[in-house]
């Protein structure tokens, strides 16, 4: 069992910067999968980004490559989504999430979830 806490959202003006946070429990973290996903009002979740166990892959999604950086470090149990250059169409409740397998960009192939930290980007 891992349990997931993100943190780091908030509000921010078009253009700025969040970094955002996610803790687990557990002695695991290091066997997992570690993404990131959002979903906004009246849309599905989506996959944002995703970092293999030990930092080596990535994955992003086209609506954030080249301003959003995910980052592990397995010391701390953490996982990280720097998002920079932020737009409206960024404003979503960001999750994170864990897998076994690497690879996958759809929800159903994350086991745990975090509550999630909403980012509010205004215009």
């Known amino acids: 069992q891992v349990q997931l806490v993100e943190s780091g959202g908030g509000l921010v003006q078009a253009g700025g910067s969040l970094r955002l946070s996610c803790v687990a429990s557990?002695?695991?973290?290091?066997?997992?999968?570690m993404g990131w996903f959002r979903q906004a009002p009246g849309k599905e979740r989506e996959f944002v980004a995703a970092?293999?166990?030990?930092?080596?892959?990535?994955l992003y999604a086209d609506s954030v490559k080249g301003r959003g950086t995910i980052s592990r470090d397995n010391a701390k149990n953490t996982v990280y989504l720097q998002m920079n250059s932020l737009k409206s169409e960024d404003t979503a409740n960001y999750y994170c999430?864990?897998?076994?397998?690497?690879?996958?960009?759809?929800?159903?192939?994350?086991?745990?979830w975090g509550q999630g930290t909403q980012v509010t980007v205004s215009s």
């Open positions: 557990g002695r695991t973290f290091s066997r997992y999968v």
């Open positions: 999430a864990a897998a076994q397998s690497w690879g996958s960009r759809v929800p159903a192939a994350y086991d745990y």
């Open positions: 970092i293999s166990w030990s930092s080596v892959s990535t």
